[in-house]
């Protein structure tokens, strides 16, 4: 017989053993770190220098550091009572991950998106809180959004929804979303003039590869446009920010971003 369970490889207690809490408590760790099993990131490769107590960390290629280092690609890293383990998985196990808000799964080779969780679009931020910007002439962040490390994959996409107000007047008031910081690349700018509210849809994809982007023509939300589409190349293998932000010609006036939903769809 087996010194431990075939699948999780819990140790089994022996007959007449001495100090059986050390092996109960060993079997419980590894439950605690297995059942309903969510890691912090599977695309993290430094091992993190202050960990919390029971965190798991799915080890993706190139991971480095003192004991991430000399544990396999895809293995499980469980930090407990001050130490890493490494735990191995088996094919069919499942993990949610949390960076990237989506459930993978060991296909015995890789960890892999899970079918369903891949094909569905889920709510990355929303709000209705209004904010304003007036005073200057200079572009304004009103809204910041974390697009996950490698949460969007080589082909998935993000959905922008927001609805704006601004001074009625014939002056510029102009609305932009930028991936990539306030200097990323610029795939929306729609300057409104005599309209008092605007609601805006627009969608980024990842076109084939997790650096590469296309979006609508930079002027236009649905339907024909005279320019080209808005093409970007932001690595979303790292974690970025999607910024929407606003623009006046009159520093009198004001534009009001008064609610957005961001939404991702993760193409493998």
């Known amino acids: 017989m087996s010194d431990v369970s075939p699948n999780l490889h819990l140790p089994y ?50 991971k480095t550091g003192d004991a991430w280092g000399a544990m396999a690609n895809h293995a499980l890293a469980y930090y407990r009572d001050g130490a890493w383990e490494e735990i191995v998985p088996r094919a069919g196990w499942l993990a949610y991950v949390a960076d ?19 094909q569905s679009w889920r709510v990355l931020a929303a709000s209705g809180a209004p904010a304003s ?5 200079s572009e304004t962040t009103l809204a910041a959004v974390a697009i996950p490390a490698g949460a969007m994959g080589p082909n998935g996409a993000l959905r922008i929804t927001s609805v704006w107000t601004t001074t009625n007047s014939a002056n510029n008031k102009t609305l932009r979303v930028r991936l990539g910081g306030a ?28 650096n590469a982007q296309v979006g609508q023509a930079g002027t236009a939300a649905f339907g024909p446009a005279s320019a080209s589409p808005t093409t970007g190349a932001i690595d979303t293998s790292l974690a970025q920010n999607l910024l929407l932000r606003a623009l006046l010609a009159n520093a009198g006036e004001t534009i009001t971003l008064e609610s957005y939903l961001v939404e991702l769809l993760h193409g493998a």
């Not at 007449?16 to 099993?37: I, P």
């Not at 910007?133 to 002439?137: A, E, L």
């Not at 005599?194 to 990842?206: G, P, V, Y």
């Open 13 to 62: 207690l022996a007959q007449g053993q001495a100090q059986k809490h050390v092996t109960v408590n060993e079997s419980l760790q590894r439950l605690d770190a297995l059942v309903q099993l969510a890691a912090v990131s599977a695309t993290a490769s430094a091992e993190p220098g202050a960990p919390a107590d029971g965190q798991v960390y799915i080890l993706p290629p190139g």
């Open 100 to 118: 990237a808000g989506r459930v993978l799964i060991y296909t015995g080779a890789a960890w892999a998106p899970l079918a369903h969780a891949a």
């Open 133 to 137: 910007h007036t005073g200057d002439t």
């Open 183 to 210: 200097s990323g690349a610029l795939f929306q700018s729609i300057a409104v003039t005599a309209m008092a509210s605007l609601r805006h849809t627009i969608t980024i994809h990842n076109r084939g590869a997790q």
